[in-house]
């Protein structure tokens, strides 16, 4: 389990990381959803101890980074894959980090199996493709065996298989019931991999939910309608007592609306329709739409925080 307390990074007068409280649960996969800039990533090191808070606390199953006594039993993170490349083979690359962490060298042999490396264990590591270095930096990760994992968007830049094959193993860490804290930009990839969700803008906190109820509050879906006697069905609709939405394009759209029941309406009244089509609003365009305001504020953020966070009206004209 990890706890964040009021966690707060200020560097000069920027806030990257702005009074995140929330807790990451074992056996699960949590996913850290925010745009780029959001704070992520600084939120990341800080949990491990790479970077002091300017306030709150991160606590790792109760105790403070610094204090855990062999922290890679305790936590393994992936945070920059390419950082690690040496001129060292990726055997000797875990080998002295399993040596300095009283971790045994039958471990090296078992991860470099997990991450599927045995075969290139004694080539060395520079030469690695990104997607190899995303498995060289996991076996890292898994290395202490910890009970909480933690990844800083580690699909970025994979092919096809590979981000298939770093989605089925945090879903298998977490059902052997470790803590696997997970980040990414992406919503689509968030909803593939994760059954909790915190999602961060601007360094603040804007949701902190389960997948499932994130998608039940945020996929809208409506029925889309273009007609050229607009008037004469809006008309016909309102009378119905059904809501319709005037986009600018145009179209209109019921929310929650049944096509069958609006098509029904329109023949009713020998109104004719080019489209009565059902749309899903997508968990991207949610997604976009929880931190709308605070890339917003990201543009403008010489204002005093609390008009960064509620006033944004004045700034939309
Ligand atoms: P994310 O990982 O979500 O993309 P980061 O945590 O990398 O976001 O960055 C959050 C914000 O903090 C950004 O505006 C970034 O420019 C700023 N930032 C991060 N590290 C530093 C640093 N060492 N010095 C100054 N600003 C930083
Ligand atoms: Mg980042």
């Not at 300095?100 to 690695?128: C, P």
Request: include cysteine.
């Amino acid at each position: 389990m990890i706890e964040l307390e009021g966690l707060t990074k200020r560097y000069g007068e920027k806030v990257a990381v702005n009074n995140l409280t929330f807790t990451v649960r074992p056996g699960i996969v949590t996913g850290f959803l925010g745009p780029n800039g959001a704070g992520k990533s600084t939120t990341m090191r800080m949990m491990l101890g790479l970077d002091r808070p300017t306030a709150g606390d991160v606590r790792i199953d109760g105790k403070h980074y610094d204090r855990l006594k062999d922290p890679l039993k305790y936590i393994g993170a992936l945070l920059d894959a390419k950082a690690m490349h040496g001129g060292r083979s990726a055997y000797n690359h875990l080998l002295c980090l399993a040596q300095s962490n009283g971790i045994a060298k039958k471990r090296v042999h078992e991860v470099l199996d997990t991450v599927g490396l045995t075969a290139v264990a004694r080539k060395k590591a520079k030469g690695f493709s990104l997607g190899m270095g995303q498995r060289l930096g996991i076996a890292g990760a898994l290395l202490g065996d910890p009970r909480i994992l933690m990844f800083d968007e580690p699909v970025n830049g994979l092919d096809p298989e590979g981000i298939h094959w770093i989605r089925n193993l945090m879903k298998s860490l977490a059902a052997q019931g470790r803590t696997v804290f997970v980040s990414s930009h992406l919503m689509s990839e968030m909803a593939l991999t994760a059954e909790h969700l915190v999602v961060i803008g601007q360094g603040r906190l804007l949701a902190d939910t389960t997948m499932a109820d994130f998608i039940a509050r945020n996929s809208r879906s409506y029925v889309r309608i273009r007609t050229p006697q607009r008037e004469r069905l809006l008309d016909v609709l309102y009378g119905a007592g059904i809501t319709v939405v005037q986009t600018g394009s145009g179209t209109l759209e019921v929310d929650g609306g049944k096509p069958e029941h609006i098509g029904e309406l329109a023949a009713q009244h020998q109104i004719v329709l080019h489209e009565l089509s059902p749309q899903q609003a997508s968990l991207e365009e949610a997604f976009m739409r929880l931190t709308a305001e605070s890339v917003e504020y990201h543009a403008h953020s010489d204002a005093p925080p609390e008009e960064q966070a509620w006033g944004n009206d004045w700034r939309r004209s």
